[in-house]
């Protein structure tokens, strides 16, 4: 069975060589740190709702993409390309669903962390590259090997021993992952570049992002918020770029191979943070748990690196 939306998707293959270079490497991995650390930031906000923030996200990270758009000469090419999505309803309407879906991302994250869940984030974060693949596998009827399901089976395993261990449902968790992953695999129709499409994505919601905030009391900040509050709110959008830059840069000088290790950084140092900074309480016995998750992405790793393997003894990558 084809997808209807199959006539849009065109998988993303690698034409030119891509030498990796030290800095590619050091972008690469800083921002696997940089998001590994945003609980840190989120945690300091923690007398601002989360959907607040959330919202305070949407209109500066808009604000300072214009901003990029603008100095970097991208304005005009990025009207054409929204002119261009709009030419095609579903693409756009695609588009503007990725924006939503980001955004529940983004409020659940944040909320997760100020209620002292970061280790769920961190579990969700780990198990995206797994639900990822599940996805593709089942919409977009991608091939994946042996070794791809049976990570996806140990990773089942691992998601039913947390919801044992902790006797809940991890609702918040799922819908964290599932949000995010159905972002990316929208992200594989649409014709936009990584600085185009948050653009796109944040323009859309902040009408309604500033509303919101408008219609409260001192914008949805609490009576006798120190002034960091105030300034950690309108740098939000700062750090919502600034990895993404990072990210623009290390696609460009770093293998693929790379990029899937470093994914692992970000949800280890959650977890670490979590646990050694924020204070989170995680019963030693969660870790058995965790760690059929982590077999579950050693699974997943090895398969990467087998098939990247198997592409270079092809000639279909070099570098």
Known sequence: MVSRYSRYYRPVKRTEQIKQTPQGVAATVAQAFVYGIFPLYWAALDSVSAMNVMLYRIVTAFAVMLLV??????????????????????????EVLAAVLVSIDWVVYIYLVVIGHTSEASAANFLMPLINMLLALLLLRERTTRLGIVSMIIALVGGGLYVLDT?????????????YSGYCLIKRFIPLDSFESLTFETGVLTPVAFVALAVQPRFGVPAGAPAQVWVLLACCGILTVVPLVLTSYG??????LTLSFTQYITPTIQLMLGILVLGEQVPAHRFISFSVIWLALVVYSIDIVIQHRRKLTLGGIAG
Not at 83 to 90: D, V
Not at 251 to 256: D, G, I, R, T
């Open 167 to 179: 006797g809940a449902f991890p609702t918040l968790a799922l819908l964290m992952t599932f949000s």
């Open 251 to 256: 696609v460009k000088h770093a293998h693929f």
């Open 69 to 94: 758009m603008v100095v970097s000469g991208r304005w005009g090419r990025f009207l054409a390309s929204v002119r261009s999505l709009w030419r095609t309803p579903k693409l756009f309407w695609l």
